[in-house]
């Protein structure tokens, strides 16, 4: 059982329930870049990139049930999202933060999902969904941090799992295809700023900032994350990246 932090508090970093059905939310007043659902144990078929426009005529990406859980078959299908989803991700994204965290919080991150959807371009933005029924149910963003070195970097944040949906392994699995299309693009590195716990799930491990440091000062550095996409060890970069506009703002740090 996670330490339950009040509200309040500007280290809140977690909610716990006790109810086996409910979703934990990995989450922070500082922690804005991060939402977060337990899941149960799942094995994955594998997937592809499915083009948006073709998405609904291909096989769909499918959840396995495995002998640990009570989880059933739930097919849905993963693709990388451009600016013409813009509404449907902000929407997604304002739902989901006002369901949790308030409708103070819904509009601030709703805000910045609409940014950076705004500017997905592929390159500098990537962004990806989760569809079922041809509504978008999840989503992330990878965003890429400029350093003087030639190294590739991507920060994830944010993501966002429908409220309904929650609980069913969908953001761990989304982060995953992700990781793996960041991989077939040759990045080195990719990071996030959260709750451990949850991202070590998905690859992810605490990382000095002697090692990368984060593009501003950052309020709660145990939840600064990275992990090598190249199976070498990260290097040391001595200096602090320039990250996209929407991001350079310290309350998000």
Same mark, same amino acid.
């Given at each position: 059982?996670?330490?339950?932090?009040?509200?309040?508090?500007?280290?809140?970093?977690?909610? =716990?329930?006790?109810?086996?059905?409910?979703?934990?939310?990995?989450? *922070?007043?500082?922690?804005?870049?991060?939402?977060? =659902?337990?899941?149960?144990?799942?094995?994955?078929?594998?997937?592809?990139?499915?083009? +948006? $426009?073709?998405?609904?005529?291909?096989?769909?990406?499918?959840?396995?049930?495995?002998?640990?859980?009570?989880? +059933?078959?739930?097919?849905?299908?993963?693709? #990388?999202?451009?600016?013409? $989803?813009?509404?449907?991700? +902000?929407?997604?994204?304002?739902?989901?933060?006002?369901?949790?965290?308030?409708?103070?919080?819904?509009?601030?991150?709703?805000?910045?999902?609409?940014?950076?959807?705004?500017?997905?371009?592929?390159?500098?933005?990537?962004?990806?969904?989760?569809?079922?029924?041809?509504?978008?149910?999840?989503?992330?963003?990878?965003?890429?941090?400029?350093?003087?070195?030639?190294?590739? @970097?991507?920060?994830?944040?944010? @993501?966002?799992?429908?409220?309904?949906?929650?609980?069913?392994?969908?953001?761990?699995? %989304?982060?995953?295809?992700? %990781?793996?299309?960041? $991989?077939?693009?040759?990045?080195?590195? *990719?990071?996030?700023?959260?709750?451990?716990?949850?991202?070590?799930? &998905?690859?992810?491990? *605490?990382?000095?900032?002697?090692? #990368?440091?984060?593009?501003?000062?950052?309020?709660?550095?145990?939840?600064?994350?990275?992990?090598? %996409?190249?199976?070498?060890?990260?290097?040391? #970069?001595? +200096?602090?990246? &320039?990250?996209?506009?929407?991001?350079?703002?310290?309350?998000?740090?």
């Amino acid at each position: 059982m996670q330490q339950i932090i009040p509200r309040n508090s500007p280290r809140r970093c977690t909610k =716990v329930t006790n109810h086996a059905k409910s979703p934990t939310l990995c989450y *922070a007043s500082k922690f804005r870049l991060s939402f977060v =659902v337990n899941y149960t144990k799942l094995s994955y078929s594998c997937c592809k990139v499915i083009p +948006e $426009k073709s998405y609904a005529s291909t096989a769909q990406f499918c959840f396995k049930r495995s002998k640990y859980s009570n989880f +059933e078959r739930y097919g849905m299908i993963h693709q #990388i999202l451009n600016k013409l $989803k813009q509404k449907e991700i +902000e929407e997604l994204f304002t739902s989901v933060f006002t369901s949790s965290e308030g409708e103070k919080e819904g509009k601030l991150i709703g805000n910045l999902s609409a940014q950076l959807a705004s500017n997905i371009d592929n390159n500098e933005i990537i962004c990806f969904g989760s569809y079922k029924n041809k509504t978008l149910i999840a989503s992330i963003f990878f965003s890429r941090l400029h350093f003087n070195q030639s190294i590739q @970097v991507f920060m994830l944040a944010p @993501v966002a799992v429908s409220t309904e949906h929650q609980g069913k392994g969908i953001g761990q699995a %989304l982060i995953k295809y992700g %990781l793996n299309a960041l $991989k077939n693009r040759a990045v080195d590195v *990719a990071v996030t700023y959260g709750d451990p716990s949850f991202y070590s799930k &998905v690859g992810f491990q *605490a990382v000095s900032e002697n090692v #990368i440091q984060a593009p501003l000062r950052l309020s709660m550095p145990f939840g600064w994350l990275g992990q090598s %996409l190249t199976g070498k060890a990260i290097p040391a #970069i001595n +200096e602090r990246p &320039v990250c996209v506009k929407a991001f350079n703002n310290p309350i998000y740090w």
